[in-house]
Structure formats: structure tokens, C-alpha cells
Nanobody
């Protein structure tokens, strides 16, 4: 069983940066691929970025070049560095884990979810 806890959200001005963290419990973190998703009010939860067991990374087109996903297996954590933030990045951000060396973009494919952290970007 894996439990995930996100942190690092907050209020930032457009053009600013935030770094989200996702801390995992359990001994098998290195066998999980990790994803970051976000959900804005009235919208569906959407894929933002993912990193596989072998550390291959994937991004939604809307965040390519601005966001960077990483992982530290020793710390059992995943991170999302968000730069050049825009008001449309405002959402609750969730991390999720899926067993195996692949990064699906569908929420239904993930086994474990965190509680989310709010990111608000003001214009």
C-alpha cells in the first residue's frame, strides 16, 4: 500500500514559480511510476506530467518547457517544478502512483492518489 501526501502549493503571481512535492509511504516507491494531475473548478482532472520507474518523463502540451517532473527514490518523493506560471495553471494539483514502468494519462489507471494541494496564480 502506498500513501501519498502533496505539499508546496500556494498563491503566486503570474510568471512566478512553485515546487510541489509528493511524499510516499511504503517500501516499494521505486516500483511505481508517478503522475501529477490537476483539477480546476468545473473541469475534469487532467494529466500534467509523469515520470516512469526508469525516470522517463512526459508532459502535457500546456506545460511543456515550463514544468519539470523529477523523483528521488531514496527520499521516496516526486516533485513538480513549475516555472512561468500562468493564471490558467490555477487548480488543485494531485500526485498519483501506478505500479509498473509506464505513465498513463488516464486517471483511472492510477492506483493511489494524494489529497491534493491548491495552486493559485494571480494575474
Amino acid at each position: 500500500q502506498v500513501q501519498l501526501v502533496e505539499s508546496g502549493g500556494g498563491l503566486v503571481q503570474a510568471g512566478g514559480s512553485l515546487r510541489l512535492s509528493c511524499a510516499a509511504s511504503g517500501r516499494t516507491f521505486r516500483s511505481y511510476s508517478m503522475g501529477w494531475f490537476r483539477q480546476a473548478p468545473g473541469k475534469e482532472r487532467e494529466f500534467v506530467a509523469g515520470i516512469s520507474v526508469s525516470a522517463s518523463s512526459y508532459y502535457a502540451d500546456s506545460v511543456k518547457g515550463r514544468f519539470t517532473i523529477s523523483r528521488d527514490n531514496g527520499k521516496k518523493s516526486a516533485y513538480l517544478q513549475m516555472n512561468s506560471l500562468k493564471p490558467e495553471d490555477t487548480a488543485v494539483y494531485y500526485c498519483a502512483a501506478v505500479s509498473g514502468n509506464y505513465v498513463p494519462s488516464q486517471t483511472s489507471r492510477y492506483d493511489h492518489w494524494g489529497q491534493g494541494t491548491q495552486v493559485t496564480v494571480s494575474s
